[in-house]
């Protein structure tokens, strides 16, 4: 084993760059991604790797964990050298996560140790992990341990989510992108129920992600532009459902327009606080649940109001639909994985870079960094002045809010008329240590 | 009413336009969308207008029915010329059925009776009918009459259908467009599954529409390029479900590649021919059927192989998708409704344009006119010669067909970060006949 952990290996002085004291080398870093991936999260490991490679003189090589935190834990790390310039710029438009992710969480010392174990072996000097609110969490138990045992380390944070509920920033990098998702196909799939609901379908209803928070069902809500636009009724999982209520609205919007377009989330509860998934099982109809809301309302829809009803389940099509992401999205996502490095550099042990809003009339955001401390474990819902009074539908507050997040295109390249998406070589770097028996 | 119908009117001799002999007018053009809907259909509608507008020394106006034929039955008369030149040229972006579509199938002499009341009334001298099998089957039904009844009227069906079930042409517009959507998300969520399976969903199942033929579960093996790529599984629904093989099949990719994508048609079937959505009923789970194929055989992997299983249903979203259509798809849209208006010209009364793939080692196509007579009522599967042996992929053959169709990206405009779609006005012209009693 490297002698670092046992001796307190510090940088040397007189030097900008963290050099081992023992071996003179410059000091690696290693970068994970955590938890559900989104269609962006490449693009801030593209800004990593990128803001790295700017700073050789500093930063000797960037690790990716294989599969997160386990390719550390598990010694099985990426050498990013082993990938050539054009390939990490494509890190940029690849979907998904590209040195894989994993949801694992932190328990036992001796996990910690192994960290630290495998970080010496490996020259390691700053931790970057780019993952939501669990996975921060994981970064602040890491950043407080090895600050305890004195290990030379810098550990940063680097938020991500779909769910865009991590406190304190602005916005969540890969939020956007799943808003103009929702936005996007909403307006396209309600202009084709427009078209037919004359003889044929007059409800139709999207399933979208966000168990805990609105935050993107809200974002459907961009695609109403005039009043009768669809979404007609959105469901947020901070609303209970409220059956009779809900019916009555479709009735009266199928009324109205002729058809009713239906946004709603996953993590739909009744007024116990049941997930309407669970409680579907006790259902006056019998149903079994099949793992989704929209079936089930549509099944609840069909038989009490006999409206030919379709439906459809985003999943994770919505995710990794890097073919629409928000270019304000890409740019942010890209901007925090290289303001990270400039964290580390600076030894800002422990923090997270976050998007803050300008004040004023046009869009602007800056970065700035907080401690992830105040991050981990708190969860943004959405404030409930972004929610209309009848409780189905988004203000015009929330829309000011949203509306910049999905701005821009930033289309892949496409070859033979799909989108060419890089593919990494994923050479893992000679094991040092003995095999994690956990 | 207009004296044609009665008095047997014909086009003036020694014109080439279709020039009512009593009143004197240039004769206008009906046009209709009928069935479900696709993304380009409102390119062929543009291809219909901008091709009228060309030939106005011909054709006066086209006049669009609401709501498909119903809009010829209740005399509801989209005057195309209230739309200006820039929305009509917007009808190439936009998704859905721009005039309304129906699904509504002519049953009584009366209504067509009523047909050539209303036409007559309006001086329609073109019928263009714009949909798939059903549809082409009532635009030979018109044709018929209208020559058996001796009324002045050039009736041309022209294709459409996201299930590329026509027989004769070489593809229907409307699939290339969902082949590249369904190919493209299936290469998107894939990369999703591929960074989470460690310690994750390990299957994900992607339900596709066409419930009678697997065209486009089959454009979903576009998506991989390389040995391993997902997708993994095509169950079609040519193919009759065999649940072991399956589940066997499931069990060896993930054993091999650690995860497994799947797409499943709607229209999947058991040996006995019953639907998989009509069998869950009687399942030994004994699951309630919600409609859909992906719950269905999700909860039957999770029960069965205990994988952590996600599953999507694309829905009205796979043929609505503008955003990432077929510039191929496209072209070939636009392309057909120009033709008509030029078979229409030409008197080919009774027939409808297809797409010939021209020989080569480069895709190049053109367009030719069949008899609508040999088109009605007939359904193209998928060839086996495109079912990979196993009966769970894609032949070399079939990319070589599939391939081309979803080529090119046609992007449409964008506005506040969504694909802007034009608004049309719809304003029907003034009605001149009872209203229509049925």
Redesign the interface.
């Known amino acids: 084993m490297h002698r670092a952990l046992k001796q307190g290996c510090t940088e040397r002085k007189n030097s900008k760059a963290k050099i081992c004291y023992y071996c003179a080398m410059k000091k690696n870093a290693f970068y994970a991604?955590s938890g559900?991936?989104t269609?962006v999260i490449n693009a801030t490991a593209c800004g990593v790797i990128e803001g790295a490679r700017k700073n050789r003189q500093h930063i000797n090589t960037v690790f990716a964990g294989q599969?997160?935190i386990?390719g550390a834990l598990q010694e099985n790390l990426i050498d990013t050298r082993k990938e050539s310039p054009r390939t990490i710029a494509g890190l940029r438009y690849?979907?998904?996560?590209?040195?894989?992710?994993?949801?694992?969480r932190l328990q036992k010392e001796t996990e910690y140790q192994r960290l630290a174990a495998v970080f010496d072996a490996h020259h390691i000097g700053y931790f970057f992990y780019n993952g939501g609110g669990d996975s921060q969490d994981t970064t602040h138990k890491v950043a407080q341990y090895f600050k305890k045992v004195g290990f030379p380390i810098t550990c940063i944070g680097i938020p991500k989510t779909i769910d865009n509920d991590l406190p304190l920033t602005d916005n969540c990098p890969g939020f956007g992108s799943v808003a103009?998702y929702v936005?996007?196909?909403v307006?396209?799939?309600?202009?084709?129920?427009?078209?037919?609901y004359?003889?044929?379908t007059k409800v139709?209803i999207?399933e979208v992600m966000g168990r805990h928070s609105g935050w993107i069902a809200a974002s459907a809500g961009?695609?109403a532009e005039q009043p009768g636009d669809p979404p007609h009724i959105i469901l947020f999982p901070e609303i209970p459902f409220d059956k009779a209520k809900v019916f009555q609205h479709i009735s009266d919007t199928v009324g109205q327009y002729g058809y009713c377009v239906i946004v709603a989330s996953e993590g739909l509860r009744d007024k116990s606080g049941t997930f309407l998934t669970d409680s579907a099982n006790k259902d006056a109809?019998?149903?079994?649940q099949?793992?989704?809301v929209?079936?089930?309302l549509?099944?609840y829809i069909q038989k009490k109001l006999g409206y030919k009803c379709?439906?459809?389940?985003?999943?994770?099509?919505q995710?990794?639909?890097?073919?629409?992401a928000?270019r304000?999205d890409v740019e942010q996502a890209y901007a925090m994985g290289e303001y990270a490095v400039q964290m580390a550099l600076k030894g800002q042990h422990g923090q997270m870079p976050i998007i803050r809003r300008i004040k004023g009339t046009n869009y602007r955001w800056k970065i700035d960094a907080v401690p992830i401390g105040k991050v981990a474990n708190v969860e943004r819902t959405l404030p409930k002045s972004y929610i209309t009074r009848n409780g189905t539908g988004i203000t015009a507050s929330a829309k000011t809010y949203l509306?910049p997040l999905?701005?821009?295109?930033d289309?892949p390249p496409?070859k033979?008329?799909?989108?060419h998406?890089v593919r990494l070589k994923k050479v893992t770097v000679a094991k040092k240590l003995p095999a994690w028996d956990k």
């Open positions: 991604q559900g991936v269609s599969n997160g386990l690849l979907p998904g996560g590209a040195f894989g992710s994993c949801r694992y103009k936005a996007t196909s307006r396209e799939a309600g202009l084709d129920v427009e078209s037919m004359v003889s044929s139709f999207l961009l695609a109809f019998g149903h079994v099949l793992g989704g929209a079936p089930i549509s099944q379709h439906w459809a389940v985003a999943d994770y099509l995710r990794s639909a890097r073919h629409i928000s304000t509306a999905i701005k821009g295109e289309f496409f033979n008329g799909l989108p998406y």
